[in-house]
């Protein structure tokens, strides 16, 4: 699902990584990663099963909260 959005939306400029926990235990420690699934977009942190328009939400929030804007 994260793969489409990321296509169809962003025209895949996302950075998508997947991490297996039980594989890739230290980078799951260092991401902070406690429960599958996490998606983690920005400083936004989603740790619970969404549907696909709550994710392409959470991606556009955390997008529109990276940019500064000029004053």
Do not use: C, W, Y
């Not at 950075?15 to 230290?26: H, V």
């Amino acid at each position: 699902m994260l793969a489409r959005i990321n296509l169809s939306l962003f025209g895949n400029q996302l950075k998508i990584q997947k991490i297996d926990i039980s594989e890739e235990m230290e980078l799951a420690k260092k991401n902070n990663i406690l429960s599958v699934p996490t998606i983690i977009v920005g400083h936004k942190r989603l740790s619970h099963i969404m549907d696909e328009q709550d994710i392409v939400d959470a991606i556009l929030q955390g997008l529109i909260s990276s940019v500064k804007l000029e004053e």
